[in-house]
């Protein structure tokens, strides 16, 4: 007997078809006021109205799939003093509203962080935001855990 096929898969954005990618700018263009109507954007974009429509109820960025915009991330700190304080000041500063903290006891030099966090008052994107937390030199890795 065959299982029936999964209805979403998480795909990292580099390996997507162009389109896709055009039609997600195009929705958030629209969606921050950037652009006023869908012709616009997707001529900003180099899409055309009619892919637009035929994809633009199937692409989705990854924070707007996370229900009721709550995400927890997961983030392996170094063991120096201040990281917490300065990756919970880059969230708040960022518009995150911290639920949750959890941190291991450290151990080898680093402590596992997992943090809850309301997504709704982001000032850019999770990616952007993982990213840039990413980067933070207190931060050895960071990650938003499947499932």
Do not use: W
């Not at 997707?42 to 915009?69: E, L």
């Not at 063991?79 to 000041?89: D, T």
């Amino acid at each position: 007997m065959e299982t029936a096929n999964p209805k979403y898969f998480i795909v990292e954005s580099t390996v997507l078809p162009e389109i896709y990618l055009k039609v997600a700018q195009a929705k958030r263009l629209l969606e921050t006021g950037e652009e006023r109507t869908v012709n616009a954007a997707a001529r900003r974009c180099g899409v055309s109205r009619s892919a637009y429509y035929k994809y633009k109820d199937a692409i989705r960025p990854f924070q707007d799939m996370v229900h009721g915009r709550i995400v927890t991330i997961q983030i392996l700190l170094r063991n120096q003093p201040g990281a917490l304080s300065s990756v919970l000041n880059l969230l708040a500063d960022r518009g995150g509203n911290v639920l949750t903290i959890n941190q291991a006891i450290p151990g080898g030099g680093a402590a596992a962080v997992t943090v809850g966090l309301e997504t709704s008052g982001l000032s850019a994107g999770l990616e952007e935001l993982l990213s840039e937390l990413g980067a933070r030199p207190e931060v050895i890795r960071c990650e938003v855990p499947a499932g």
